[in-house]
């Protein structure tokens, strides 16, 4: 199934505003594009409009009134993580900022009838294939990105009752001026790719909904986690855990797409300064684990339930029983938003893109890279400053080629940083 990143990106050709660099390429950049790679410098934008019906959002559940507004669909969906309430998910395409931010301010013009709600989440990105986690705005709308993103997506759930849905009118997005965009990028680095030992529960419900709209299947592959903030579209791989069994010696990356166990606010893989609750426990514990183990919050989830196991994670059954051999709920290693581990080095394409004898588009191509496929890499250099789907970047990678030789490839069109997790820098 086609992922929501690699859908939802491919449009904003369409939508940039020049001279927008990512934070770490806008430092680094030393080479001069070519005339006629990036249109005429334009003034920056601060304010933007949320397109509530774009043709390329990734929907589940959602109509629109005569008027343009946003409703459930069918009243009587319901999805496990939000038991009792009708539930639609709305995630807008994806809008190209034209420049760097990381603090926003989110306007919404929404109607919520009594029992109703509508949840409002913002994720950036700074690279294609990478995104920062989903942030929900405080009370006055404000909120703060990990990173400086130059690409922004805005998430509508919406919780209704057997009668009644919420109605989005308008949904408008800030830039706020006073921004420490060096803190920001600290701060996404230093919390990459943690690893925990987690208690894993068998999650089942085969033909029920999950949290992103995705219908589970017999012997599915993905996970839940107890926080909307690391959860995917549905299909898409941005975010991303990767589980490993000590009793069998098997591993599995598995996709986040649905919200569980026990809590839906409990992001316990941030520090205790960023999570949405339980700001009391240590980085790496689940409020059920805490709960089941020592009583925390008297026992209980966020719900008032009694916590009957530690789960920290739900795994789906075709992860379970194939991809880790598991038989009971058991204790697993999980890393969370996992790069390339080691040993060999390899990439991942999000795009069809050529692969050229030097770093520069003026070079022959000798090869091509495919969308979602992975390839062995050996180091990364500057080159060529190439623009292309919202985003401006002057690294590229050294690939291996079949036949012999190497060729390069803009980084670009690869996942990750800007060098596409690429650490090695190549010989001068």
């Not at 806008?26 to 080479?31: E, H, I, K, L």
């Not at 009594?114 to 920062?132: A, D």
């Not at 719900?303 to 994670?313: S, T």
Request: proline letters at 6%; glycine letters at 10%; one cysteine or more.
């Amino acid at each position: 199934m086609r992922s929501t990143t690699r859908k939802l990106i491919r449009g904003l050709c369409a939508l940039l505003i020049a001279g927008s660099l990512p934070p770490a390429t806008a430092a680094a950049a030393t080479s001069t594009p070519t005339a006629g790679e990036r249109p005429a410098v334009a003034r920056p934008a601060t304010d933007w409009r949320v397109d509530l019906a774009g043709t390329s959002a990734d929907r589940h559940n959602v109509d629109h009134r005569a008027d343009g507004g946003l409703v459930i669909g069918d009243l009587r969906a319901r999805t496990p993580s939000a038991p009792g309430r009708a539930f639609a998910v709305y995630t807008a395409p994806a809008l190209s900022l034209g420049r760097q931010a990381v603090s926003f301010t989110v306007g919404r013009r929404a109607h919520e009838p009594s029992g109703t709600e509508v949840l409002t989440e913002v994720r950036g990105s700074s690279h294609p294939g990478r995104w920062t986690q989903w942030t929900a705005p405080d009370a006055t709308g404000r909120l703060r990105l990990a990173e400086a993103v130059s690409v922004l997506q805005v998430r509508l759930t919406l919780l209704g009752t057997g009668d009644a849905s919420p109605v989005v009118s308008a949904v408008s997005l800030h830039a706020d001026r006073a921004q420490d965009l060096a803190g920001a990028r600290s701060d996404a680095a230093a919390t990459l790719s943690p690893t925990y030992r987690l208690f894993a529960t068998r999650e089942g419900l085969t033909g029920q909904t999950t949290a992103n709209g995705h219908v589970i299947q017999s012997r599915d592959h993905f996970v839940a986690l107890p926080s909307r903030r690391m959860l995917a579209g549905n299909g898409g791989r941005e975010y991303q855990v990767r589980l490993c069994y000590q009793r069998t010696g098997r591993c599995e990356t598995a996709p986040v797409w649905d919200v569980g166990p026990w809590n839906t606010q409990d992001d316990y893989w941030n520090p205790p300064a960023q999570r949405q609750m339980w700001r009391d426990l240590p980085q790496g514990r689940p409020e059920a684990q805490a709960a089941y183990e020592s009583g925390y919050n008297g026992g209980l989830d966020e719900f008032g339930r009694r916590v009957a196991n530690p789960a920290g994670i739900d795994v789906a059954d075709g992860t379970f029983w194939d991809g880790l051999g598991m038989t009971d709920n058991d204790w697993v290693d999980v890393t969370f938003q996992p790069t390339d581990g080691g040993g060999e080095t390899t990439v991942t394409a999000w795009t069809e893109a050529n692969v050229r004898s030097c770093a520069s588009t003026t070079c022959g191509v000798v090869s091509t890279v495919q969308a979602n496929e992975s390839y062995p890499a050996n180091c990364w250099k500057t080159g060529q400053l190439v623009t292309a789907e919202g985003y401006t970047n002057d690294k590229w990678v050294e690939l291996p080629l079949r036949a012999g030789g190497v060729g390069y490839v803009s980084a670009i069109y690869l996942q990750g940083d800007e060098t596409g997790n690429v650490s090695r820098q190549c010989d001068a």
